[in-house]
């Protein structure tokens, strides 16, 4: 981590996960960076407007500015239009949680939700929205690499780390084999389904959006739930809806200037 940006960015990310504010030698010990440097790090983060100090010689916490910043980006891209009236039409059918993750280099990152459960118990992950998916034991993570190679899929799972950093749930995959195995059966099946693996207590399926020319994959759209009520066999109701719901956003998606130039560079590769 040598450049000035390059750890102010990584004091971003980190404080993105403690909205609550933390303190700078929390920071610090955590980035392992010197604790001066990441003083005066916050010092020019704070004058530009992106954190402030909670208290006089306390914690810093983020801004709305950060936060803003990707709203408005994702909002010009036109995803949220395009995507949750699908979204929403799932979770109305499954009265499930039901969200939507993108493809952005190595990683998928959740950026669209719809509630469908009313009451009792629900799983509304809301401080997720935003957070990079855990590949390994998310189902959407699990449709997604169940898509690449062998190879492929691997690779990507052991960069970000096969084990989820927070407590997995007991039968999250503890081994590449394990991995494997999972993988091969998402590709006989068409879609993930998995309950206690990203989450205990948690259970989901997920399948691909594909790039309806390319049919290259550009995110997932999953359904989630309290393992208590959404058991197997109702998740495998919910297979028909799930796939549907995948194929309209794909299509969807050629609305979207966020997918414009995948689109374009199929439409040249088959002139």
């Known amino acids: 981590m040598s450049s000035a940006l390059a750890k102010a960015l990584s004091v971003l ?4 996960q403690h909205p609550l504010g933390c303190p700078v030698s929390d920071i610090a010990q955590a980035l392992d960076l010197p604790v001066s440097g990441v003083h005066r790090l916050l010092k020019e ?13 306390g914690d810093y916490q983020l801004t709305i500015k950060l936060a803003s910043l990707g709203l408005s980006y994702l909002g010009q891209t036109g995803i949220p239009n395009i995507s949750q009236p699908i979204l929403d039409a799932l979770a109305q059918e499954s009265r499930e949680l039901v969200r939507l993750a993108l493809a952005d280099g190595d990683t998928l990152v959740w950026v669209g939700v719809a509630q469908g459960a009313s009451g009792g118990l629900r ?3 809301g401080s997720e929205q935003g957070q990079v998916v855990h590949l390994a034991s998310s189902a959407g993570g699990q449709a997604w690499l169940a898509a690449m190679s ?4 691997i690779a990507l799972a052991l960069k970000q780390g096969l084990l989820k950093p927070q407590t997995p749930g007991d039968t999250a995959p ?20 998995n309950a206690n693996s990203f989450l205990q207590g948690m259970a989901a399926m997920a399948t691909v959006v594909r790039d309806p020319d390319t049919r290259m994959p550009i995110g997932t759209v999953s359904i989630a739930g309290p393992a208590a009520r959404l058991t197997p066999d109702l998740m495998e ?16 998606s050629r609305a979207s200037g ?14």
């Open 13 to 16: 990310e980190y404080m993105v």
């Open 45 to 57: 983060l704070e004058k530009s407007g992106y954190v402030n100090q909670t208290r006089g010689m």
């Open 123 to 125: 799983y509304d992950p």
């Open 150 to 153: 062998d190879d492929e899929a």
């Open 174 to 193: 503890g081994s590449v084999a394990d991995l494997l195995a999972i993988l091969n059966t998402v590709r006989q099946r068409g879609y993930s389904l």
């Open 237 to 252: 109701s919910h297979a028909e809806a799930l796939l549907a719901a995948a194929q309209a956003l794909g299509e969807a």
């Open 258 to 271: 966020y997918f414009s130039r995948h689109h374009v560079a199929a439409t040249r590769n088959i002139a």
